[in-house]
């Protein structure tokens, strides 16, 4: 069974303290990895996805990495509006797009 | 950009009550979802949908859980006789064979 674990569950920063949020997994053939945000009562919102081992994108002040166990969500110099939940989803090759998610970060940025 | 869109954004009903939630998908997409998302879980696969029949459900997609894609543009979640522990979020998701994308939700109420 696919399984996703991220922590910290909770993160507080203040404004422009980099750190780095982390979720490991364990799937039967991955097909793909998805970073996703979420704010309170809004659905999922798509920030990457990353295919295999050593594979990193970025986007503003956010970078992913992937190794064959885990992905890394690095934010750099964080600002108030980055504030929300950080999902992460793996899907399996096996799988008809099923995505197993993890209880995500909830990172609080702090002016 | 093209979304997903939600209807309605809350709905409540009286135990026992059928439901149907509804969903616009992206246009040129082809496989369509349904996630739940418990108040303080994580978000939950119930079904997937490819080529007019369901490609995947999860252990919570029982009896009382049905999808349709009534036509070219609307697909649905109908919950029969639902329960109280139907409230949650129920979020529509769309994909061509990438990303997923979310919709904003909706919140079910059972009272």
């Known amino acids: 069974e696919d399984q996703v674990t991220q922590s910290p569950e909770a993160l507080r920063l203040q404004e422009g303290e980099s750190s780095s949020l982390n979720c490991s997994y364990t799937?039967?053939?991955?097909?793909?990895l998805f970073w996703y945000r979420q704010d309170p009562g809004k659905g999922p919102e798509f920030l990457f996805t990353l295919y295999s081992a050593g594979e990193e994108k970025e986007k503003e002040r956010l970078k992913a990495t992937l190794t064959k166990k885990e992905s890394f969500l690095h934010i750099t110099a964080p600002k108030p509006e980055d504030s929300a939940t950080y999902l992460c989803?793996?899907?399996?090759?096996?799988?008809?797009?099923?995505?197993?998610f993890g209880d995500g970060t909830t990172l609080t940025v702090k002016p | 950009e093209p979304e997903v869109t939600q209807t309605p954004s809350h709905q409540v009903t009286q135990m026992g009550q059928e439901v149907i939630l509804r969903c616009v998908p992206i246009?040129?997409?082809?496989?369509f979802y349904w996630y739940r998302q418990i108040l303080g879980q994580k978000v939950e696969f119930l079904v997937s949908?490819?080529?007019?029949?369901?490609?995947?459900k999860s252990e919570i997609f029982d009896d009382q859980f049905s999808v349709e894609r009534p036509d070219g543009s609307n697909f649905t979640l109908k919950i029969r006789s639902t329960k109280l522990e139907d409230s949650a979020m129920y979020f529509c998701a769309s994909s061509d064979e990438g990303v997923a994308q979310f919709g904003s939700g909706t919140r079910l109420t059972v009272v």
């Open positions: 989803a793996v899907q399996a090759r096996t799988n008809a797009g099923k995505s197993t």
């Open positions: 246009s040129n997409h082809l496989y």
């Open positions: 799937v039967s053939g991955l097909r793909g």
């Open positions: 949908f490819y080529n007019n029949e369901i490609s995947e």
